[in-house]
């Protein structure tokens, strides 16, 4: 019996035999933002999709201004992704704090009031965040809890979609078996097209900025 | 509950026009989403470059459908993901009910797809006691209430807040609301529940990428990365046509997409998926089932073959005003409006679709629309001649011998100065005739909602020849 691989295989290459096989379009060199006005940009449309970013100086900075944002939020629970960055940053929270490794059980995790992970990219025309697992393990922190931060270097900071997609991929390969894109706090507008901001994933997106790293 | 099957488009057609709560609700989502899309396009100076470039991408690899195939199977393995293949919608069905046995897996989730809505997986699943939960929302309220989704992005956009609410206090048990917010929470706080124990989730796919081997998935709620990333085995149905070759095609497609379907820039989420990543807190295993189901034989068929570059945005069902009138329901399929009524019948056969390319003014508003530039017209055109003429596998479907000698007798009477100036001669003095404007028998019911155009006074001909004398 012929598998059903070799099946649909075959009917394709029979089928498509002779057929007039239009060119792929060439690659393009990748759009771009001036480096200037990415910062900019890139707070202005993640602002506009219900994110919220602020500058800071430095990684300490970034420590001080989230242990505010989650005394606002009277989180008590931290769950963390591996980033070696974040120590510098976790070191300014308060000792009553509890802090989740991202290795810490599931039932904690599912159960962290807010989430703290670096971002490798950001990309400016889109306000979007990029997590690559191979440099963090991003992905539970990134969204289970209600209220995530998220600390972003400028330095990292991409024009556009397009310049992202080749930073992306390192010798043909993607960067990372998972890529995760963030642009806002989850959303939804299933019910009579009303918007609701926060359904599975968090309700609170804070991007710190950081000037100096 | 049973659901009406395109067989009975008309009837469902005249049921769905009578229901005035669906038709506001129709007309309101659809004028919504057509404004928050020109809005988005409006700002992409390139839009329509974009859009023939993601066509030109689409049309080759289209063309050379079996070696992309090979190529993403080939990256795919590579990166440790086990792909399946599944000729048809049973044999996809079967597949993922044997991985949910051999995993041990009880307890299923899954994220928005319509291939699986296609191949009727969850039917197939429950069979074993394993129906999964759907965890996007309009998904889930779908599934409470026993119902199909009317919309490929909004499935519940049939239902208001209050029968949600209704549903809610039914099915849950929580106290009336017909609050959004509120009852997003309930939904956020019962999913949580259903996520934590999952032990195996299914997600669709939107694109396939060959040269890599990576699956992308698009949403907004968070659901589809909490089943592809929580339960240690995550499987994906793939309609074989969406697999796109480059990575860096994935640009192209992720401009085109979100913006043609709510008018956003870009969705909350995308998430890259090449291979199984537990050490990154991922499933353990993934698994790609892709799928023909009629597939490969439009793939085969040169003037059809362009019907497989959706890449179900939903732009067509909010731009068609036959859609915007009836909704999805009526249209007794899985892929509702012009993309359904050219998919249908190719999917299904045309014996049970064939009313559908027959559901069309042919205004042409969803080709303009479409970001992959289908020339849908066109394609219901052919259809239509297909199902008029038959062909070698399907006798003609449609067409009785009155309605081939009307038009035969038609192309008679226009078919020369004469005669046609006869005809007008006849029809002015037909239209003093009291009661002469309703026409009889079958032609009924195209004049059910028309009205026959009045004829000038003086043809265009006769004034003509008074200006020359």
Known sequence: ?213 | MSHPGPETFAQNARDALRDPILTGALRRATDTFAQRRTGAIAAVPDWQDLRERARAIKAHTLARLDHYLEQFTTNAEAAGTTIHWARDAAEACAIVQQLAEQSGARRLVKSKSMATEEIHLNAALARSDREPIETDLGEWIIQLAGETPSHIIVPAIHKTKEAIGQLFVDKLGIPESSDPQVLAAHARQRLRAHFAEADLGISGVNFGVAETGTILILENEGNARMTTTLPKVHVAVMGIEKVIPRFADLDVFLRLLPRSGTGQHLTTYQSLLTGPDAKGQGPQQLHIVLLDNGRSRIACDEVMRETLACIRCGACLNACPVYQSIGGHAYGSVYPGPIGAILTPQLSGMHSAAALPFASSLCGACKDVCPVKIDIPSLLLELRKRAVEGTASEPAARGGIGERLLWRAFAWWMGGPRRYRIAMLLARLGERVPFAKRFAGPLRAWQSSRELPKLAKRSFRSTWQGERS
């Open chain 1, 1 to 213: 019996m012929t598998s059903a691989r070799d099946q649909i295989l075959g009917t394709l290459r029979k089928g498509l035999r002779g057929t007039t096989q239009p060119p792929l379009p060439a690659a393009q060199s990748p759009r771009t933002l001036p480096v200037a006005e990415r910062a900019e940009r890139f707070a202005a449309v993640l602002t506009k999709v219900f994110g919220h970013v602020e500058r800071v100086a430095d990684l300490r900075a970034a420590g001080e201004r989230t242990a505010a944002i989650l005394a606002a939020a009277n989180a008590s629970s931290l769950a963390l992704s591996d980033a070696p960055e974040l120590r510098e940053v976790a070191a300014a929270l308060p000792s009553d704090l509890r802090q989740l490794p991202h290795d810490a059980p599931r039932q904690d995790l599912l159960a962290a009031d807010a989430g703290l992970t670096m971002a490798q990219w950001g990309i400016a025309e889109t306000g979007t965040l990029v997590l690559e697992s191979a440099r963090e393990q991003h992905r539970l922190a990134s969204l289970l809890p209600a209220l995530h931060v998220v600390i972003l270097p400028c330095s990292r900071l991409l024009g556009t979609l397009a310049e992202a997609m080749v930073r992306l991929q390192l010798d043909g390969a993607p960067s990372s078996r998972t890529i995760t894109f963030i642009s806002g706090p989850s959303r939804t507008a299933d019910i009579e097209l009303e918007l609701v901001v926060g359904v599975h994933g968090p309700k609170l997106l804070h991007v710190l900025l950081v000037d100096g790293c």
